[in-house]
Nanobody
Framework: VQLQASGGGLVQAGGSLRLSCAAS????????MGWFRQAAGKEREFVAA????????YYADSVKGRFTISRDNAKRTVYLQMNSLKSEDTAVYYC?????????????????WGQGTLVTVSS
């Protein structure tokens, strides 16, 4: 499975961005999908995850109410809609696929990782 993240860029605080992660290979509809981020000098952290059923979602407290994860199995794509962005959201964002079905916040639960897309929020 190969994952290609896109949609990052420079945005002002309070603005919005939508990240996309397109998958090739494997059976996308059978994977749980997650988004993680890593800011400069910090460890990677969980952002959001979506069950393979497309209905169950899980968010980090820091993004709850601002970010929305969704998926389109026909397009083999998972999205992260990010609203009300803050400077502390600045990071490289990675998508990941879990061959299990869950919505785990643990990075080591994921089997495949994309290359990352940079989000920079200016204050």
């Amino acid at each position: 499975v190969q994952l290609q993240a896109s949609g990052g860029g420079l945005v002002q605080a309070g603005g919005s961005l939508r990240l996309s992660c397109a998958a090739s290979g494997g059976t996308f509809s059978s994977y749980g999908m997650g988004w993680f981020r890593q800011a400069a000098g910090k460890e990677r952290e969980f952002v959001a995850a979506i069950h393979r059923n497309g209905y169950s979602t899980y968010y980090a407290d820091s993004v709850k109410g601002r970010f929305t994860i969704s998926r389109d199995n026909a397009k083999r794509t998972v999205y992260l809609q990010m609203n009300s962005l803050k400077s502390e959201d600045t990071a490289v964002y990675y998508c990941a696929a879990d061959e299990g079905y869950g919505t785990s916040p643990a990075g080591n639960s994921y089997d495949y990782w994309g290359q990352g897309t940079l989000v920079t929020v200016s204050s």
